[in-house]
Every structure is written in C-alpha cells, then in structure tokens.
C-alpha cells in the first residue's frame, strides 16, 4: 500500500498576504469580479469574471439553463447578486448607468400595454429628461430616427403588441440606439425573430460598433458566432473561456461549455477556430 | 327629476352642493392615481389597503377618547386609518417578496385579518360610554349626511396632491408597469416605484373613506382606470381620461342620489361608475365588444368570399351556406346556386392572384413574405407590377399556338 502522493499546494494566505488584485481597467466597458448569482440555495452564475472589449462585438453563448440571460442581469442589477463587483468603463455601474443601454428579452413585457411605439422608444429618453422636465420636439425628432435606423419608421402610432416579434425586438433597439450609450447588452436579440429582422438588427449592432461602441449579446445560434462577432464569452455556470472568435471560438471549448449536448455532426458545420 | 337637475347645478342645498363637489374631487383623484396600479396589474392590493383602514379607525378613536379629546375629529381618524393601512400595504408587499406566497394570497390574508380586527375595535367602541354615538360604522359604506366643509377641504388638498404625484411618477412608473426588468436595467429601483405607486392608492383611499367607505373606495380606483383603456392606447391618456371618468362618476352619482331621499351616495356613484363601464365595454371604437365583433364578421366574410370564389374557378361545389350567401347577395352566383358572369371574371382574378402568391412564395423564400400572405391580400398591394410580370412569365400562362417559325 502506498501512501496516495500530496501536492503540496502553497497556498499565500499562510505567509500573511493576500494576492492583490489587478487594477480594473478604465477603458474596459463592463468588467465583473467574481460575480455569484443564485436562485435560492443553486448558483446560477458561480464566480465569473470577465472583461468585455471596447468597440467589439460579445457574443456570451452557453447552453440552456448556464446562466447567460443571469449574468447580464445581475451585472445591471436587474436581480440581486449574491456576491461580486461590476464596474462599467472602470466606475462602479451606478455612476455610469447612463453610459449602458439594455434590450430586455421579449418576454418580460406586457404586450397589452396602453403605449405605441413611439412611446416605447421614448422611454429610452425618460432618465435624461428627468422626473420635471418635459419631452420636446428634439426629443421626438431623435426618436423617430432611431425608429427609422432599424427600419420601423412607419409603424409609430402602432400599439406595441399589434406588431410582430421580430418588429417589436427591433423597436425595443431603437429604445437602446435612442439612450446613446456606449455599451449596449442585448439580451437573445435574434431570438425567434424572422430573417429580414435579424439583418436589420446585426446592420445596427455593426454599425454601433463602427461608432466606437462596445456591443455584448447573449446569443442561442452557434452557426452565426463567427460572421457576427468579433469576441466570445462562454459559460455554464462558470466561466469556461472568453477571447477573440478566431482563437477562442474552438471545438474543444465548446464541449467544455455544453458537454455531451452537442452533436460533433453540428460542430462540423460551425466556422470555428482551430485551437 | 327637477330634484336632479338642481342637484345637478348645485342648487339642491349647502349639503348637497359640498357632496357632488367633493365626489367629483375624489372621482377624479381615484381615477387618475388608480390608473397605474390597474396597468401593473395589482389593483386588487388597494381592496387589501382599503380593508386595512378599518383598525386604524377604530384605535386613533380608542387613543383620541383615552387622552380626553372627541374621538371624532375626523383628521385623527383619517390619521389612524393611514398608519394601519400603510402596515397593511407593507405586509403585502413583504408576505409576497420574502415568503413563499403569492401577491393574491397575501391580499387575502391581510385584507381578512385587518378588516376583522377593525370589526372587533369597532364592536368594543360600541360598548364604551363615548362610542354610542361615535358613528364608526359610517366608514364602512360612507356617509354624506352632515358633511362638513373641512372634510370637503380634506378631499380637495389630498386628491390634488395625489394627482400631482401621479403626474410627476408618470414616466417611472410606467416604465414598471410596462418593462419592470428594462426599468431595473436603467437605473430605477422597482420597488421603491411601487411602494410609491401603492401609498399614493392608499392616500386616496383614505382621504375617500368618509365619502364612499372603504369597502366602495376600490371600484373609484379600478372602475375608472379600466373604463378609460377602452378609448385610447396611450398611457398618459388613461390617466386623465380615467380621472375625467372618475370625477364625472362622482358628480353624477352624488346628484342623483341628492335627488332622492332614500339613494346612498357611495353606491350611487359605483353604479354611475359601472354604467360608463358597460358603455365602454360594448361601444369603444377599437377596443370595445361590439367593434371586435364587427371586425371579425368582415373579416369572416372576406374568407368566405375568397374560398367561394377559389371553388368557383376549380368548379369545386360550395357546401357552406354562409359561403353561398355571401356571393349570392355580392350577384356572383345565382340563387340556384350557378356562378353569373361577374363571379366567373371574380373567380378568374382570385384564381391568378393565387397562382401569382405561390410563385411569389417560391422567388421569395423569406420569412418576411409568409407574414404578407395572409390569404387575402390581392398581390398588387405587395409588390410592383413588374415583379408581378416576371412571376406571370414563370407561370407559363397561355402560349401561341403553331409550330415554330
């Protein structure tokens, strides 16, 4: 009988110091440390850090369940966490909200809402304007062009739930592009949107991008990671990888993420990175 | 009836003119500050606050009584009324975050627990020497009999604070009301927007609870609200139309039942309130029943006249009857039942526009086109004549006859 081996692990809290931690850079928009969510005694998210890139393109991707619609959330306080820092271009994020923009999924809202659609792309102005003061005609002119930049000009006296799922998730964009933020989280953009949508959409979000703007998606559809982001965040859970598409977006981090769920026959059809 | 119309023009007394003039106030307050807590879908909670009122009543008149005051001054009740309506309202709130209990059984377990506790104050207070003639029950169903100018004052300074609250929180709450967690994300805390949504309910509740009593208080702060999403698509607009609604219920109410000697105010008012209600319900132009029904039958009919015609060019027989009728009374087919030459040139038109769609379904394989062809749209009103033109060629219409050239 052997004695099992030991690796002796020298751990720095026994010599009296603690590892300090790396500054948290400025230019970064949207950094979390060791973000912790639960939903009662389960994390859901469980001591994730990331650093989101400037004016790119984040895809978060993870199978169903792993957290990503969570992580968003919790970094914008949406749900509490349980543990964790969130800093938004190096400020804590309640200084700089008015820098982020969100597009909630579709499901959270009440489609029987007294509101068209010019209103819901007002709302995006409602924190600027404040609780006195009052919406003006500039406010409506840039309204409207936020509404004809995703390409639902005509449809602005229309009641928000009379139109179709892929018109509202594009209204609830031009609610984003009329906060004039610098970060944008999208929350499954493309989900269950029809094809004329999605275009309009990733036309949006490039079009950010080239502004400069940082763009971060949580995204279902691992066909189109590749031709339409620059950066991937995987998670279950934990965090599993992040990095440019072209070094990160690999077979074999992807079945680290999503375990047996993915058929090799799927991944021979992805555009991914050879690793 | 000329009792109501000097009611209506407030000459029917000094009682009656302070009435039809506070119940207009609190109509329109009710109405205006109802309105969102009807679109967040918690409008049963002011049934909960407006029950738990009654404790409250009943120990401010116990503590006014045992510190040697009279125990009616009614800005004491009011007072009282206020503090165990808040608890109550807290409770609710905290049984349905903390627990694992829903918001309706939360509101049901305070509004019963409250409103007893309150039966019982009042039931001790009836035995006190002081409490004989105190009045309390008056709270429960309202009362305007000996109204006094200061409760007039009460409801005017109360109401208009409440509606100017509700004007100032518009944009926040509605922003909860519609999207709670886009409201999170910009920055506003939800459930401060909601207890301040609720106390402004619980203000009016009790500023109202002398008028109309506080268990008629809740239809002046739902009925309205929901009368007015019948006549507009906006939010803003609920707000004051449901205050209009509200005040012109309380106006009306409180005149007719000046008008008689035997009406209750509060009940009065409710049933003026219900009226606009019906009215709405059945005639509002887009929202309202008898609109939806009429839409529906057309479009019924545009079905039934599409897939006639369709049989009629395939010379398939027509079964329905409701088919038949249609094109009959359209002078398409004949009474025995035979197409006439306008059903046949019709049926011809359906037939190619159905032929066109299915090679337009085939050139554009687009999700966005399956959501144009709903069946019944002539395909000129989607693409151009020249696209139309190039489907026409590929459907391969009638060719010349004769050999080649």
């Not at chain 1, 004329?196 to 995204?219: G, M, N, S, Y």
């Not at chain 2, 409490?131 to 006094?148: I, V």
């Not at chain 2, 506003?188 to 268990?215: F, H, P, Q």
Request: glycine content about 10%; aromatic content about 6%; hydrophobic content about 50%.
């Amino acid at each position: 009988m052997t004695r099992p081996t030991e690796t002796p692990i020298t751990l720095a809290a026994t010599e009296g110091r603690v590892t300090p931690r790396a500054a948290i850079p400025a230019d970064a928009p949207l950094v979390l440390r060791g973000l912790t969510v639960s939903y009662g005694e389960k994390p859901a998210v469980f001591s994730v850090d990331a650093t989101f890139a400037p004016e790119a393109m984040t895809a978060i991707i993870g199978p169903n369940g792993a957290g990503k619609s969570t992580m968003l959330k919790a970094a914008l306080g949406v749900i509490p966490r349980l543990s964790g820092e969130v800093a938004v271009f190096g400020q804590p994020i309640d200084v700089a909200r008015d820098r982020i923009a969100y597009v909630p999924q579709r499901a959270s809202v009440d489609w029987d809402f007294p509101t068209t659609v010019i209103d819901v792309v007002l709302m995006g102005l409602y924190r600027r304007v404040g609780l006195l003061g009052r919406l003006t005609g500039a406010h409506l002119s840039r309204a409207r062009d936020c509404l004809d930049r995703v390409g639902m000009g005509d449809f602005a006296a229309r009641q928000i739930g009379q139109l179709s799922g892929g018109q509202q998730q594009r209204v609830f964009l031009a609610r984003a592009l009329a906060q004039d933020a610098d970060l944008y989280l999208l929350d499954e953009p493309f989900a269950g949107v029809d094809a004329a949508t999605e275009r309009a959409i990733i036309d949006v979000l490039k079009a950010l991008k080239a502004q400069k703007k940082a763009v971060v998606c949580v995204h279902h559809d691992l066909a189109t990671v590749a031709s339409y982001f620059d950066e991937v965040f995987l998670i279950n859970v934990r965090r599993i990888a992040q990095g440019p598409v072209a070094e990160t977006f690999t077979a074999e981090n992807l079945h680290a993420t999503y375990g047996g769920r993915l058929a090799t026959t799927h991944l021979d059809q992805l555009d991914l990175a050879q690793g | 009836m000329g009792n109501f119309l000097s009611a209506l023009l407030l000459q029917a007394g000094y009682n009656a003119a302070l009435v039809a003039t506070g119940s207009a106030l609190l109509g329109f307050a009710a109405g205006a500050s109802g309105t969102f807590l009807f679109l967040r879908k918690r409008a049963l909670v002011s049934d909960a606050v407006a029950h738990a009122t009654l404790p409250g009543v009943g120990l401010a008149f116990i503590l006014m009584v045992a510190l040697g005051g009279d125990g009616r001054s009614l800005l004491g009740l009011l007072a009282g009324s206020a503090v165990t309506a808040a608890l109550g309202l807290l409770l609710v709130e905290w049984i349905a975050r903390r627990t694992r209990l829903s918001e309706d059984a939360a509101i049901g377990a305070v509004l019963s627990v409250f409103f007893g506790v309150g039966i019982v104050l009042l039931t001790v207070i009836q035995t006190m020497s002081a409490g004989r003639q105190a009045g309390l029950e008056s709270f429960l169903l309202g009362s305007t009999a000996g109204m006094l100018f200061q409760d007039a004052v009460v409801i005017a300074v109360g109401g208009t604070l409440a509606v100017l609250a509700t004007y100032l929180l518009r944009r926040p709450m509605t922003l909860v009301a519609f999207d709670p967690e886009y409201a999170a994300a910009s920055g506003y805390d939800v459930r401060r927007i909601d207890l301040a949504m609720m106390g402004l309910v619980m203000a009016v509740t009790v500023i109202g609870l002398k008028l109309v009593g506080l268990i008629l208080i809740v239809a002046m702060l739902i009925v309205p609200p929901v009368t007015a999403r019948f006549w507009t698509e906006r939010a803003g607009r609920v707000v004051w139309i449901a205050g209009a609604l509200g005040g012109v219920a309380g106006y009306l109410g409180a005149a007719i039942s000046a008008s008689a000697p035997a009406l209750p105010t509060g009940p009065i008012i409710v049933l003026v309130a219900a009226g606009l209600f019906l009215l709405s319900l059945v005639l509002a132009p887009a929202r309202g029943v008898a609109a939806a029904l009429l839409r529906h039958r057309r479009f019924q009919r545009r079905v039934h006249r599409r897939q006639g015609l369709l049989a009629l060019a395939r010379s398939e027989p027509i079964l329905e009857r409701y088919t038949l009728r249609v094109l009959r009374a359209e002078g398409l087919v004949r009474p025995d039942g035979v197409a006439t030459e306008a059903g046949r040139a019709q049926a011809a038109k359906v037939a190619r526009d159905e032929c066109r769609w299915d090679i337009a379904r085939q050139v554009h394989q687009d999700a966005g086109l399956t959501g144009r062809y709903d069946g019944l749209t002539p395909i000129e009103e989607v693409f151009t004549a020249d696209e139309i033109e190039a489907f026409d060629s590929r459907l391969g219409g009638p060719r010349p006859v004769g050999g080649l050239a």
